[in-house]
């Protein structure tokens, strides 16, 4: 169905990368392995993703270049049947639900970049801490920066696959590698910056529990968006002589790769100024404007600091051009609309569920079960819908999907014979090892065992 390629292997891979990286490894990865000990969470991290992301993503990208349309066509057509699509349906209301409420994140970092323009971001602890609450508690900015954020992603994936998502992403992704090796530099240089180092690269293997096992997998699992059919749409854009399993190899340690630069940029400042590594998702609104305050003579704080916030809007951009890209190319495609009116689709559903998302943490307290909505949206997705989605889809694939064509597929058409050898390892992997791993996130999450 779809008749839209990437323009070049480069484009390809960077688009691709871009829809893992983003707040997932700047914000979240860097939160979590602080909670969980640092050095010895990194690498049971990276183990997984070897493990685990890797034979994931290739589940998706088999998935849609052999189906060669939107989530919904494509699943269905690797299942042999209609009721396979209802995969790539969930797919897409899991994506428009996370650019929602992540969307409300993501205007938080272009209000903040502003402001660090201003000069408003820097001050003591107390004042940005209320600077913060006041940004959230507002009635009416949140949601509109929101809305702001998501109609800048509806502007680059209206444009197309070549004109807009991959130019954006060749722009956007090296931009993004620049700024945080400059934060890297300016953060590692500092005195007392060696123990945030040790503490990122000298593992205490004490440290390790159930719980950080569960929590490398998750991050995992989270940070390369798996289950979400971002995957599996852009593969369909993908040329049939690409070779997937090299691509998949080279996005899985990009993505790692950002995941330890972000700890790199963090962790020594952190240390630095004496401030714990477990200060949790305030890290990066409140304590690190505090310690670009204490770290830096003002000046060089003011360029850090501005440096800092373009970095995270750059991050959650390259993460929601695709999960928008999912609903407009099955919208699009299935009910025969036009890419512009597919798009507005996915614009005003993903632009309520921003606001009612803002408001929830702000004076409306929309919620349920005691949380807000914004919470609420997080646990459905994090906990049932991203989950379920890629266990689905290593079942479809390791016992449902013809294996000539993940021959075909992983081969690239017999171009590729060195990657045979994979091929009794991924379907191991695929049957066995993938839906058990998240079998047991599944499980942990609603505390069965």
């Excluded at 695709?322 to 632009?351: D, K, N, P, Q, Y």
Aim: glycine residues 10%; aromatic residues 12%; contains cysteine.
């Amino acid at each position: 169905m779809s008749q839209t390629n990437f323009g070049s292997k480069l484009g390809m891979i960077l688009a691709t990368a871009g829809s893992a990286v983003g707040l997932g490894n700047i914000w979240r990865f860097p939160t979590t392995a602080g909670e969980n000990g640092g050095a010895a969470f990194i690498i049971v991290y990276i183990l997984f993703t070897l493990l685990l992301g890797l034979p994931g993503m290739l589940s998706e990208f088999l998935v849609g270049r052999s189906g060669g349309g939107n989530a919904m066509h494509s699943y269905a057509k690797a299942g042999g049947n209609r009721l396979w699509g209802l995969t790539g349906i969930m797919g897409m209301v899991c994506s428009m639900i996370i650019l929602g409420f992540y969307s409300v994140v993501a205007g938080w970092c272009i209000f903040y970049l502003f402001q660090a323009v201003s000069d408003n971001v820097l001050g003591d602890k107390e004042f940005i801490q209320s600077e913060f609450n006041a940004l959230v508690s507002h009635p009416w900015l949140p949601s509109a920066i929101s809305v702001v954020f998501i109609l800048l992603t509806h502007a680059i994936v209206t444009r197309g696959v070549q004109r807009g998502i991959e130019k954006a992403s060749k722009t956007m992704m090296p931009m993004l590698f620049v700024l945080m090796l400059i934060l890297i530099g300016a953060s590692c240089s500092l005195s007392g910056a060696s123990e945030g180092l040790i503490f990122l690269f000298k593992p205490d293997f004490s440290k390790l529990s159930a719980d950080v096992l569960y929590e490398a997998i998750g991050q995992s699992f989270f940070s390369l968006s798996l289950g979400t059919a971002c995957l599996c749409t852009y593969a369909a854009y993908f040329r049939k002589e690409a070779d997937i399993f090299k691509s998949a190899m080279q996005i899985a340690g990009i993505d790692c790769g950002v995941a330890i630069m972000a700890g790199l940029m963090i962790f020594p400042a952190a240390f630095a100024v004496g401030l714990r590594p477990d200060a949790g998702p305030s890290l990066i609104f409140q304590t690190l404007p505090y310690v670009f305050q204490q770290a830096f003579p003002h000046t060089v704080a003011y360029v850090v600091s501005v440096i800092f916030f373009a970095l995270l809007t750059l991050a959650a951009l390259t993460s929601t051009i695709s999960m928008h890209e999912i609903g407009t190319s099955l919208l699009s495609e299935e009910l025969r609309r036009t890419r512009r009116c597919a798009a507005w689709t996915v614009t005003s559903f993903c632009c309520v569920i921003g606001i009612l998302s803002a408001l929830s943490m702000g004076p409306c307290r929309l919620g349920f079960f005691g949380q807000t909505l914004f919470d609420n949206f997080d646990a459905l997705t994090s906990n049932i819908l991203l989950p379920f989605g890629a266990f689905i889809t290593s079942l479809l694939v390791g016992w449902r999907m013809p294996k000539d064509v993940i021959m075909e597929e992983l081969t690239s058409g017999g171009r590729f014979h060195w990657a045979r050898w994979a091929f009794t390892m991924f379907l191991f992997l695929v049957r066995f090892f993938v839906p058990t791993c998240i079998a047991v996130i599944i499980l942990s999450r609603f505390n069965v065992i």
